[in-house]
């Protein structure tokens, strides 16, 4: 015979106070545990959100990201011209050759200088990223020193409205827009004239190029091609892929951060659920005496306590999702240790982050409440009913 749900749910609201201070504990830790995994994922998908899978992004062989790439004038017009491009309305080849470096600019927030990414355009870049859309002011002019500045730089450092100016490369580089990309890296970009930017900073070859296939399918024929001539050195990644691998270093670093707090955290978590349930058995111990004189099992206390201790560990985890839930709504900004450069992203709550929470919340319900659950069914009748 099974002791019902509604005797172990009942007995957590007897107890508020304690049921209140334990299951805060738990709240705290499933919050934590989910904000890290959150940011993570977060992360990852502004990079993903970056990249359009019916593009290619070709780099030089070994470069593990476009600042440390560097095509050849030769090399990137050839990988311009292959039949697996598209074609835009005007008949060209929706191909740009791209120059990539990072400057620094100083923080609002902090006064500090961090890196932010410069990159230089070419005719198609912007056809090639419909993502992006100007805000405020207007395009930058073909063959001038004019730029425009994503939302996040604009926000977030000094100097970098429309109408001020940036000086980098020995130069002034007028700013005359903002551009918005939603929750994607280039967003805390800064774009202009490739031709213009390459010899203020000194540099004769392309850092990128990136083409949008005819067909998504045609990826593998044209890396094939490219990566097979021996006159390229190059790789070509999907640009989905390549903007996901960005945040490989830095997911895996927040993941095991997470992880690391989470267990220490946890431990005493489910110290404090041991002790409030250890503290329920010992104040119940009449009635555990009758409900085994009426013939409830050992294993049906043993059931009715594991359970009480899972919805104290399930009121915990919901409470602290809950609040893990509002960082939805915050924007973090930190150095991408892949590529140097500041990137903004927001927290990203999804489906198994918080099936995940939730699971370790219960996990935690059951280390916390085992040995006391242990302890009442293994009460003797006799000795049970006596105390009462």
């Not at 070419?122 to 500045?149: D, F, H, K, W």
């Not at 915050?330 to 450069?341: G, I, Y």
Request: charged residues 15%; glycine residues 12%; aromatic residues 8%.
């Amino acid at each position: 015979m099974a002791v019902p749900l509604s005797y172990s749910w009942r007995n957590l609201s007897t107890r508020r106070v304690t049921t209140a201070l334990t299951a805060g504990g738990m709240a705290l830790v499933v919050f934590v545990f989910a904000a890290t995994l959150m940011l993570a994922e977060g992360l990852r998908q502004t990079l993903v959100a970056t990249g359009s899978p019916g593009n290619a992004v070709v780099l030089r062989k070994g470069s593990e990201t476009e600042v440390q790439s560097g095509l050849e004038r030769a090399q990137a017009a050839a990988m311009t011209t292959r039949p697996e491009i598209a074609l835009g309305g005007d008949g060209q080849a929706m191909a740009a050759k791209e120059s990539v470096v990072l400057i620094g600019l100083t923080k609002k927030s902090t006064g500090k200088t961090s890196n932010v990414v410069i990159r230089g355009t070419g005719p198609a870049s912007l056809a090639l990223r419909p993502q992006v859309r100007l805000v405020s002011g207007r395009l930058p002019r073909p063959g001038t020193p004019e730029i425009m500045v994503g939302t996040v730089v604009a926000r977030g450092f000094e100097n970098a409205g429309v109408g001020q100016s940036l000086r980098f490369g020995k130069r002034e580089w007028p700013i005359v827009g903002v551009f918005d990309a939603g929750r994607t890296g280039f967003s805390s970009e800064i774009w202009g004239d490739a031709d213009q930017l390459m010899p203020a900073f000194g540099r004769g070859a392309y850092s990128v190029v990136v083409a949008a296939l005819r067909e998504p399918a045609l990826f593998d024929a044209y890396k094939e091609a490219v990566e097979a001539d021996p006159r390229l050195q190059a790789e070509v990644w999907r640009e989905t892929r390549y903007y996901e691998k960005q945040s490989d270093m830095m997911r895996k670093f927040l993941t095991v951060l997470g992880v690391a707090l989470t267990a220490i955290f946890s431990l005493g978590a489910m110290i404090g659920a041991t002790i409030t349930m250890y503290s329920a058995v010992a104040n119940r111990v009449p009635e555990i005496g009758a409900l085994r004189a009426i013939g409830f099992t050992r294993g049906s206390i043993l059931a009715a306590f594991l359970l009480e201790s899972m919805f104290l560990g399930l009121l915990g985890g919901a409470c602290g999702l809950v609040l893990a839930a509002g960082l939805s709504f915050v924007s973090f900004s930190t150095t991408n240790f892949q590529t140097f450069s500041e990137l903004s992203f927001n927290f990203a709550l999804t489906s198994w982050i918080a099936g995940l929470a939730l699971a370790f919340s219960l996990v935690m319900g059951v280390v916390g409440g085992f040995l006391p659950a242990v302890r009442a069914a293994r009460m003797n009748i006799v000795e049970a009913l006596r105390q009462g």
